[in-house]
């Protein structure tokens, strides 16, 4: 008996270096100021939890493969050093490279990152291409945050990259003077939904990765501001008197506290409208 427990107990041993070895070796390399977590298998989150100079860094996700690597947004140009030397540092080759949007957060390391050699990913459709062994679909999809937003999924992790079409708790921000409604930032998390299973990891714009539940969530908010501001506004209210009548009150203790407040929020689904 006592010999199994030792035996179990070396095992665990065994197995614990083991798994602390891989994380090291993989994770050993250096983004300076960006802090890189695993998602899931070949997958890695690189973000920054504070505002870097007062600017607020889009998250940027990292598959790496068999010695190859896709890099899912580049933060602000502050960070764009860091990130490089990350990248090239780690001794892998960057193939490709995705936007999930053209926003400053999300592209501000696009030139440093370039120098690498990498090919950018911007389909007008749907692309698959495979990293190693991974297979990554870039979908583009309809203007609803911005112009250019496009969705990243890597169906062997069962996992979603975002952009910025969804930050959880936080009301979407639609870029109106690009081209963006808040009629397609519905459909385009309707194919984000159709994607997501109950196991999915989603990862946003910006925060914490979350799952299908939350997104289902800010689904039937804006399905719900659609309907309750486009009756105001079938009845001749101006856009003033809409906002006076804090249509989406129940939601705003949550939902209104990013940077997208309870005013702007119903002024964006009324100039969709
Ligand atoms: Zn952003
Ligand atoms: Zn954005």
New binding site residues.
């Given amino acids: 008996m006592h010999r199994t427990v030792c035996s179990v107990a070396t095992l665990t041993l065994l197995i614990g270096l083991t798994a602390t070895t891989t994380v090291t070796d993989t994770f050993a390399q250096s983004f300076g100021q960006i802090t890189r977590t695993p998602i899931a298998n070949k997958l890695s989150l690189l973000s920054v939890g504070e505002a870097v100079n007062g600017a607020f860094v ?1 998250n940027m996700v990292l598959l790496e493969d068999s010695g190859e690597a896709l890099l899912i947004d580049t933060g602000v140009p502050q960070i764009a050093n860091d990130l490089l030397v990350g990248l090239r540092d780690s001794g892998f080759t960057l193939s490709w490279v995705v936007n999930t949007h053209h ?1 400053l ?2 592209i501000g390391g696009n030139d440093a990152v370039m120098t690498l050699g990498a090919g950018v990913l911007d389909p007008q459709e749907s692309r698959t291409v495979t990293v190693g062994e991974s297979k990554v679909v870039v979908q583009k999809l309809p203007a609803g945050h911005s112009e250019s937003d496009y969705l990243v999924h890597f169906p062997q992790q069962d996992v979603l990259v975002v952009g ?1 079409v969804f930050v959880p708790d936080q009301y979407p921000f639609v870029d109106l003077s690009r081209g963006g409604t808040v009629g397609n930032l519905l459909e385009a998390i309707d194919v984000a939904l159709a994607l997501a299973g109950p196991d999915t990891k989603i990862v946003p ?2 925060g914490e990765i979350t799952g299908r539940a939350k997104l289902q969530e800010l689904r039937t908010i804006i399905a719900e501001s659609l309907e309750s501001v486009g009756n105001l506004k079938k009845q001749k209210l101006t856009e003033e008197e809409v906002m006076r009548m804090q249509p989406t009150r129940k939601y705003d203790a949550v939902w209104g506290r990013g940077f997208v407040g309870p005013v702007a929020w119903v002024r964006q689904v009324y100039r969709s409208l």
């Fill in positions: 889009g926003h957060d999300h910025d714009g910006h």
